[in-house]
């Protein structure tokens, strides 16, 4: 889904224009970025968390050339999905099905 199919989306659901529903989705991607420009945690219960993450300066390869590199440090934006987020993409297994993993079978002992 793209942002034109979740503005067109909420648009349908909400009896708003479309242009007035792209202008929304926007400005709250817009308030997310400038929140963790500043640093700040994003919070939207049910959903989930943006939070920004710091990474130091490193060295890395240059993969053409195997030169040695040093990579900046930089900032990135990370997303927690909340838990009602991660139980509707993996729903409970269907009765008599369990999802967890066979037991391994014992080793026999050798005499």
Known sequence: M????????????HEMGKSQAKQVVEAVF?????AASKGEEVSLPGFGKFKVASRE???GRNPATGETIQIAASKKLGFTPAKQVKDA???AAPAGKSAAKPAAKPKAKKA
């Open 2 to 13: 793209n942002t034109a199919e979740l503005a067109d989306h909420i648009a349908t659901d």
């Open 30 to 34: 817009a308030a997310i970025v400038q």
């Open 57 to 59: 300066a490193r060295q």
């Open 89 to 91: 993409m993996n729903p």
